[in-house]
């Protein structure tokens, strides 16, 4: 009897290990059709944006008070502010970069307490699209674009309404907002051996140089028109045709000392081709004395054989500013 019970008990103990094992299976089985029959998901790859961008806000101020100095003087204030923006596009073998520079600042003297006297003034904008001759070429094919110009008038000297008043009136404007502005386009091939050194040669370039304020047309060398009256008229654009080069360099000359430079030449095809020229000559140091703190200098050439200074065509113009800025960057983000 007892060996019954013993035979019964194995027999119904296989039988529960049998049909565990079939589940087990089945729920595999149905597991794996599951895992097969799913949707692939493909796997996602992070896009890089071909832009990049870059910019730089600067804020300058210089205050001087006096009282009961010795040595004389007056109380002034000092205040500039500029931008340097850029944006760049690269992708296979084209590239398009873009620069902005604005700059603005005035300075206000306790002698001349109801005007602000400008210190610096400037609007510079530069555009190229260039395409590599081939994969790992240093030249390019290059169309590109340039503006020039300034906010807001300058002025030769301010003299007092009347004498001992205090009240100074402006006189003798030298030049305002689109007088004189210049515009280039050009067309050629560019050399970019490293990335701090690159020069642009456009045989194809035509400049057209806007003077908007009749009384300072001949001065910048605008052409004189026929006037029904006989009087003497001069347009307010003139256009040149010939060819121009640029270069630009830019060095890190330790961790805190960057130097940066430009040369733009330009011949007129029109008149005395390689005879008379265009030379703008820019040149800016920069010191960086702490992560928002900087000492900039910067400096500017400008030779225009049809530009008249005090009456003579052809001077040498030079200038410089030195300014102690507050510096906020934003460099290299992705858009």
Known sequence: M????????????????????????????????????????????????PWTYSSAFDLGLNQTSLHNWAAGGFDNLNLSAGIDAKADYAKNLLSWSNRLQLQYGFFWSEDKSNVLQKSSDRIYLESKLAYKTAKDSKWNWTASYD??????????????????????????????????????????????????????????????????????????????????????????????????????????????????????LFTDYLNKPFQQNRVNWDNKITWNLAKYFKVGFSTWLIYDPIVEIDGTAGKLQLKDFLAFNFTYSLGNKKK
């Open 2 to 49: 007892k060996r019954l019970v013993v035979i019964i008990a194995v027999l119904a103990a296989s039988g529960i290990h049998a049909l565990a094992q079939d589940d087990a299976q089945k729920a595999a089985a149905e597991a794996a059709a599951e895992f097969a029959n799913a949707p692939e998901k493909s796997a996602e790859v992070a896009k890089i944006s």
């Open 147 to 264: 503006f020039r110009s300034q906010f807001t008038d300058t002025w030769g000297k301010y003299v007092e309404t009347e004498t001992g008043s205090g009240v100074w009136m402006a006189e003798n404007l030298k030049s305002s907002f689109l007088s004189p502005a210049y515009n280039n386009v050009a067309f050629g091939i560019e050399w970019k051996p490293a990335n701090w050194f690159d020069v642009n040669i456009s045989p194809l370039t035509g400049s057209l140089i806007i003077c908007t304020v009749e009384s300072l047309r001949k001065g910048y060398g605008m052409p004189q028109i026929p006037a029904t009256d006989g009087a003497v008229v001069y347009s307010d654009v003139l256009f040149q045709f010939g060819a121009s080069l640029k270069a630009n360099a830019k060095f890190a000359i330790n961790d805190a000392f960057f130097y940066e430079t430009q040369v733009v």
